[in-house]
């Protein structure tokens, strides 16, 4: 049976510890060099201008349109304002395509599974007409034939045949109002693979108006409002293969690390003579969760079509994110907790919930999205009024929690700061050996919340900035998101300050086998220093609880 004298990081000495700090800080650098020096940018995007091709049969039969020989298949239409539609044909005549990836030096370049995902982005071109208002938003359907190949020059497969509905948002302004002056319109999103198992993919879309049914001011007629297309865009973007590379073994090597850590904690604390705590019972969480993100799961997408790897990514990245700050509510909190004992999770119920209902409206909304887009890649909750409705109602309600909560979580940190100075101030009143002790535990707790600080502002910051970029690749300046030109080196550095941290907790917060080395107290100092609510309690968090007296 292990004894039980605190945590390792109590125990240490200070030289044992600057020696283990300095090799984490050197290790910090290093996953920032790796990103700097080996990973190229997360994402990159190609764009490509859609060829408007005529097709007779108005969509009667199978065939498919495509642009690139040796089995170029469009009678091409160079200019769409002098074309002549095909009687009763209701626009269907007219095919945009669209064949990705592009050619490049006389090269057919191709598409890998490192690339993991592909999202597709639809710009569209509306010329200003006189008579024509400067503003508009209107629904635009279309109707998308998608499919792909498995190898150059084959024969191109069925993905997907499926009817889209985007809110059209296009503008101009005042002095810009000139016959054939380009509207400026929203960019739309328009498909999400959560895999890239393809090399090539060829899209047809229509964009059909029966003229009939609106002239009848029929409801279910497509497009009666929509202004004329001049051309349609597509923005394909992907990310890098070279990251996924760098990411991918960086996860390979650290999760052995991090599951052979946890398990050793659980066996450290399994083999006192008591229940765990609360608070070591939260740093066991927090390994597990950080073990199964870092689990690379991600490999099987290299030789299996695996469309549910961007929902499992979310899922993984949202549990890590709920226990990483359920924890740092509960840190704060043991050492904030007066002549009240927090025995178990429900005890801090009303601190977690801003967590609690933030990681659940994200998980609806997540279902709701990538969920559908597992059967239908072209589904956006954005596209209806209820689902736009829904996702709005998620979205503002997990912004107004996690601002509760970092303000809640920024209050509680303020009240341990404050205690720990009330702390310094007592310790004169102290004996020698008792305040040396309790000043050396001072010191180090200082520094572990120092660290929980950096760690919280780059978790926080780079919790913004993926959400940012992804708002700047769905957004009008797809081009522009840092996801796809920042640096790839504060996301390694940011995911090696997620594993040094919870590895340090769980090294550092593991029940100790020593005493308290050379320095020996008397029976009455252990008993203060190490007793509180009838309880054993870790030194640290005894010291810097409020006295009871």
């Known amino acids: 049976m292990a004894a039980n004298g605190g945590a390792v990081i109590e125990h240490l000495s200070n030289r044992k510890l600057s020696i283990i700090l300095g090799l984490l800080l050197c290790l910090q650098i290093g996953f920032f060099l790796i990103g700097a020096l080996f ?9 490509f201008l859609m060829t408007k091709c005529k097709d007779p049969e108005a969509g009667r039969t199978d065939k498919w349109f ?61 010329e200003y007409q006189s008579g024509f208002p400067g503003e508009t938003n209107v629904p635009l359907s279309l109707e998308v034939r998608m499919g792909y190949q498995t190898k150059i020059e084959g024969q191109w497969t069925e993905f997907i045949v499926t009817n889209v509905t985007r809110q059209l948002e296009c503008s101009i302004e005042e002095e810009r109002k ?71 073994w960086m996860k390979t090597v650290i999760a052995p690390f991090i599951v052979a850590a946890t398990v050793w904690y659980y066996k450290r604390v399994s083999a006192l003579n ?40 979310d899922i993984r990245q949202g549990l890590f994110y709920s226990v990483l700050f359920s924890f740092w509510l509960i840190f704060a909190g043991e050492h904030l907790t007066d002549d009240k004992v927090y025995k178990s999770l429900k005890d801090y119920w009303r601190n977690l919930l801003f967590i609690t209902v933030a990681s659940i409206s994200l998980l609806i909304y997540d279902i709701c999205e990538r969920g559908m887009q597992l059967s239908n890649p072209f589904y956006s909750i954005w596209s209806s009024e209820t689902g736009t409705h829904l996702a709005l109602a998620t979205i503002y309600v997990a912004s107004i929690c996690t601002i509760c909560y970092f303000s809640f979580l920024v209050y509680k940190i303020w009240m341990v700061w404050t205690q720990i100075k009330q702390k310094c101030a007592q310790l004169y009143q102290k004996s020698e050996i008792q305040r040396l002790k309790e000043k050396n535990l001072i010191y180090r707790f200082k520094f572990l919340m120092v660290f929980t600080l950096v760690c919280a502002g780059l978790t926080i910051l780079s919790y913004i900035m993926k959400q940012y970029g992804e708002g700047q690749m769905h957004g009008d300046e797809p081009d522009e998101s840092v996801l796809t030109y920042s640096t790839s080196s504060f996301f390694t550095g940011t995911f090696g300050m997620w594993n040094i941290y919870v590895l340090l907790l769980l090294a550092m917060y593991a029940p100790s086998h020593k005493n308290y080395g050379h320095t020996q107290l008397t029976n009455e100092e252990t008993d203060v220093l190490m007793t509180v609510g009838g309880t054993e309690a870790s030194a640290m968090v005894t010291l810097v609880k409020p006295s009871t007296d």
């Open 39 to 47: 990973a190229p940018a997360p994402s990159s995007s190609m764009e």
């Open 274 to 313: 008591r229940p765990r705590y609360l608070v070591e019972n939260s740093i066991l969480a927090l390994g597990v969760s950080l073990a199964v993100l870092d689990f690379p799961i991600e490999w099987l997408s290299l030789w299996f079509r695996l469309p549910f790897m961007l929902l499992i990514a």
């Open 66 to 126: 495509q642009i690139q020989p040796p089995q170029k298949q469009c009678q091409q239409i160079h200019d769409i304002d002098k074309y002549q539609s095909v009687p009763n044909a209701y626009a269907r005549d007219i095919v945009f395509v669209a064949q990705m990836p592009h050619v490049r030096d006389s090269v057919q370049l191709q598409y890998s599974p490192w690339f993991q995902f592909l999202l597709g982005l639809l710009e569209v071109e509306v």
């Open 178 to 248: 000139v016959d054939g002056a380009l509207l400026h319109c929203t960019v739309l999103d328009l498909f999400e693979l959560g895999s890239n198992n393809y090399p090539m993919y060829l899209l047809n879309i229509r964009v059909p108006v029966d003229f009939k049914q609106c002239q009848r001011n029929d409801p279910t007629a497509r497009n009666c409002n929509a202004p004329k297309i001049h051309d349609l865009r597509i923005i394909a973007i992907h990310q890098n293969g070279g990251f996924t590379k760098v990411w991918l």
